[in-house]
C-alpha cells in the first residue's frame, strides 16, 4: 500500500457520460498529480494541485476538470467521454518540497468507455 | 519543451545485467527518477540522481550525466520478475512547483 488511495479501481461506462475519478494522497502530502496512460503510450501529465490551488497544467482536455479540496483529496472529472478517453488514470502525491522524494502513485483508475 | 527518449523494448537473459538508456532534453533541471512498472499496476521508485555520477542500490544502479542530459539504469542479476517496463522521469522545478515529466518506458523482457 503506497499511501496514495485511488477509487474506483475499475469503471465502465458508455461514451457521452461523465465519471468523477477520486484520490486521497499520502498522509502529509500538500500536491496531487493526475496522470493519463494510454494504451502503449507513457504517463501523459493532466493537471497539479498544491494545497488546494491549481498549480500546472499539462495536456488536459476542456472536457475534463479537476478540484482539490480542503481535506487535501482531490477529484477528476471527465465529461463527454469519447472512446478515446479509455485508459488507466493514475493519481500521485508528493511532500510540499517534491525534489529528491519524486512521487508516490496510487494504484489507478481503469476507464473503459464502450 | 522537453523532450526524453529510451528504447521500447529490451530483451535479457536471467541473471545477466542490462543498461537501460535515456537521454533528455530539459530546462529547470532538478533531477532524474527512475521508475518501475509492472502490466497493469502502478509505478514504484527505484532511484533518483541529481549530481553526476553513479548511484547503487542493491541490485539496481543509476547513473546521471547533467552535461550530456543522458542517464542510464542498471539492473544486475537479473530475476524474472524484474519483467516491467521502466520509466526515466525529468524533474523540473518552476514557480514553485515540482513536475515530473516520463519517458515512454522501456519494456523489458526477462528470459530464463
Known amino acids: 500500500d503506497s499511501g496514495v488511495t485511488q477509487t474506483p479501481k475499475h469503471l465502465i461506462t458508455a461514451t457521452g457520460q461523465r465519471v468523477t475519478l477520486r484520490c486521497s494522497p499520502r498522509s502529509g502530502d500538500l500536491s496531487v498529480y493526475w496522470y493519463q496512460q494510454s494504451l502503449d503510450q507513457g504517463l501523459q501529465f493532466l493537471i497539479q494541485y498544491y494545497n488546494g490551488e491549481e498549480r500546472a497544467k499539462g495536456n488536459i482536455l476542456e472536457r475534463f476538470s479537476a478540484q482539490q479540496f480542503p481535506d487535501l483529496h482531490s477529484e477528476l472529472n471527465l465529461s463527454s467521454l469519447e472512446l478515446g478517453d479509455s485508459a488507466l488514470y493514475f493519481c500521485a502525491s508528493s511532500a510540499a518540497t517534491g525534489g529528491h522524494y519524486g512521487y508516490t502513485f496510487g494504484s489507478g483508475t481503469r476507464l473503459t468507455v464502450v | 519543451g522537453q523532450n526524453i527518449d529510451q528504447p521500447t523494448e529490451m530483451t535479457a537473459t536471467e541473471g545477466a545485467i542490462v543498461q537501460i538508456n535515456c537521454t533528455y532534453q530539459t530546462s529547470g533541471f532538478n533531477g532524474l527518477f527512475w521508475y518501475q512498472q509492472h502490466a497493469g499496476e502502478a509505478p514504484t521508485f527505484l532511484s533518483y540522481?541529481?549530481?553526476?555520477g553513479l548511484e547503487e542500490k542493491g541490485r539496481f544502479s543509476s547513473f546521471l550525466s547533467r552535461s550530456k542530459g543522458y542517464s542510464y539504469l542498471l539492473l544486475k542479476e537479473l530475476q524474472m520478475k524484474d519483467s516491467a517496463s521502466y520509466l526515466c522521469a525529468v524533474s523540473n522545478s518552476g514557480a514553485g512547483s515540482y513536475q515530473l515529466t516520463f519517458g515512454k518506458g522501456t519494456k523489458l523482457s526477462v528470459i530464463p
Open positions: 540522481n541529481v549530481l553526476d
